[in-house]
């Protein structure tokens, strides 16, 4: 509900919101926790509205209220360790990371081996407060201002998406009035 109510807010406003969204988590070995999630989830929602892809080596963690803003979650030192020891084992290339909320910096205490990759620009850690921060570090591409007439920069990631759901809005308004023609049709040749 929290992820419903961001999209209608700050992308449909009167328009109907015609979007329905499931994320399936596949070869999970644990549980995801809802909270530590939720702006992953809207991420992966929002790449897939404006259709443009996530940096696959950077982790996500946060949580995220109605209006955007990514807010602290727990065990934030385990979860950076956690995904540096993956990339390590991996081979660190310089782009890996994690996006955390800015609000858990202060509770940071990594350990040194960490500190040193970050320091040394082999592993990132991206503090964000809002969605369309993280948004950016995630795909490269502007998430892009509300301006007065309620429309995005033309090619950000909010105008895609916007386009997107206005576009979903539209069929789905036609698809309804053909199916409403139809009906009357079929309701008249009974007569």
């Known amino acids: 509900m929290i992820l419903n109510g961001y999209i209608a807010d700050k992308f449909v406003g009167d328009t109907p919101l015609s979007l329905s969204a499931r994320l399936v988590f596949e070869q999970s070995y644990?549980?995801?926790?809802?909270?530590?999630a939720s702006s992953t989830e809207l991420y992966a929602i929002?790449?897939?509205?404006?259709?443009?892809?996530?940096?696959?080596g950077i982790a996500v963690t946060g949580s995220v209220n109605q209006k955007g803003e990514v807010q602290a979650i727990g065990g934030i030192?385990?979860?950076?360790?956690?995904?540096?020891?993956?990339?390590?084992?991996?081979?660190l290339n310089g782009e890996q990371g994690v996006l955390i909320p800015a609000s858990?910096?202060?509770n940071l205490m990594l350990k040194e081996e960490v500190a040193a990759a970050v320091k040394d620009g082999k592993f990132h850690i991206y503090p964000v407060s809002t969605i369309d921060q993280g948004?950016?570090?995630?795909?490269?591409?502007k998430a892009g201002k509300h301006r007065k007439d309620g429309s995005f920069a033309?090619?950000?990631?909010?105008d895609r998406v916007q386009k997107r759901l206005t576009s979903l809005a539209e069929k789905l308004r036609d698809f309804t009035?053909?199916?409403?023609?139809?009906?009357?049709a079929k309701g008249n040749s009974k007569r």
């Open 30 to 36: 644990g549980e995801i926790e809802g909270d530590s």
């Open 46 to 56: 929002l790449s897939r509205l404006a259709d443009v892809p996530i940096k696959q």
């Open 77 to 91: 030192n385990e979860k950076v360790e956690g995904f540096f020891e993956v990339c390590r084992a991996k081979g």
């Open 104 to 106: 858990n910096v202060r």
């Open 135 to 141: 948004i950016e570090v995630l795909t490269g591409v």
């Open 154 to 158: 033309p090619g950000s990631i909010n």
């Open 177 to 184: 009035k053909g199916e409403e023609k139809e009906n009357k």
